[in-house]
């Protein structure tokens, strides 16, 4: 697991995808998030989470099958901005 925390920008959730965009301007795309972050926020359905900064930290899941195929998981995620 990826132990960095980033800064990121919730951008909205769409068809099971979860997408941030981080400092550095570029869009990262989750597939999974844990489910204790769900319990805390409702990414799927609380518009006001859009645009809000958080720190976020995630981890790398590659597939044995395909070498190619990498899911990523938020495995934590804390809001730093309220307005």
């Known amino acids: 697991m990826n132990s960095k ?4 920008i919730f951008k909205s959730y769409e068809n099971g995808y979860y997408k941030f965009k981080f400092d550095d ?6 597939e999974e998030v844990h489910h204790k972050i769900l319990l805390k926020y409702d990414l799927k359905n609380d518009k006001t989470l859009i645009n809000k900064i958080f720190h976020l930290v995630f981890s790398e899941d590659i597939e044995d099958d395909e070498e190619d ?3 990523f998981r938020i495995e934590y995620l804390e809001q730093i901005n309220s307005n």
Request: glycine residues 8%; hydrophobic residues 55%.
């Open 25 to 30: 301007g570029e869009n990262m795309v989750f």
């Open 5 to 8: 925390y980033y800064n990121a």
């Open 69 to 71: 195929f990498v899911i």
